[in-house]
């Protein structure tokens, strides 16, 4: 194929246009697709860029990859869980209990390098919109929000008013996403985010990190730290 008008800088980015053409079965079930030097160049970003996006999507099961032999896409894919974006709000309201939030905080800091990475943020100090909120039920903690949001990708986020609004409603209403990234955890709770969700020190919590990006760039990764008793259900589809 020849090269794209404009190049894929992000993996994600990478990842969306492998999937598109597996999709349109361009590349088949069982079908080897390019190697990581020639969708490179293809793409016109580094091959560190692919190699990142074609991880992801062995990790999926949407490709298969092997050592000297390459990638083909994967004859009979692995059923997968289907994550939704949920509303937090929505999903407390729906369990018959009052919704309630509290903003702690909501300012442009230096991302740390760990939400540097899953940004796509290049250069020390490079700067993001940091929230940090507890969204309650029936006046209780139910679930901590610690998020990032990156402003080349929703610069509106600025101007918003986090604290009439929360910001996984705000993204929702105003930063579409075509992909993400989710990595479920338990962890006991440290100090800071214990004293938030009204814990002991060190108890056993759900976290959930996630990472979704738009068109062209990530958008936002954030830490969503359960109490103790939270139940995730999705949907498996093959």
């Known amino acids: 194929m020849p090269p794209l008008a404009t190049s894929l800088n992000t993996w994600q980015s990478v990842q969306t246009e492998v999937l598109r053409r597996i999709r349109a ?24 860029t692919v190699n990142r996006a074609l991880r992801a999507l062995a990790e999926s099961g949407i490709v298969e990859r092997k050592r000297k032999s390459g990638t083909r896409v994967a004859l009979h894919p692995v059923g997968r869980a289907v994550f939704e974006i949920p509303l937090i709000r929505k999903e407390i309201e729906d369990q018959g209990r009052r919704y309630g939030y509290t903003l702690v905080c909501a300012n442009e ?77 338990a962890a006991a ?31 936002t990764t954030v830490r969503l730290w359960y109490r103790p008793g939270h139940r995730l259900i999705s949907p498996l589809v093959s």
């Open 109 to 185: 800091a230096a991302a740390p390098s760990r939400v540097a990475y899953a940004l796509g943020l290049k250069g020390d100090g490079t700067t993001a919109l940091h929230v940090l909120a507890v969204h309650l039920a029936d006046g209780q903690p139910y679930v901590l929000e610690d998020r990032w949001i990156n402003l080349s990708a929703a610069p509106g986020a600025l101007r918003a008013d986090f604290t009439a609004q929360s910001a996984n409603e705000w993204l929702l209403e105003n930063a579409p996403y075509i992909g993400g990234e989710l990595v479920i955890s």
């Open 25 to 48: 079965r361009i590349w088949k079930p069982g079908e080897p697709i390019p190697n990581e030097a020639d969708l490179a160049r293809e793409f016109g970003c580094a091959r560190t």
């Open 189 to 219: 709770c440290g100090e800071a985010e214990a004293a938030l969700l009204d814990l002991k020190e060190a108890a056993p919590v759900l976290i959930l990190e996630r990472t979704t990006w738009g068109e062209n760039r990530p958008v």
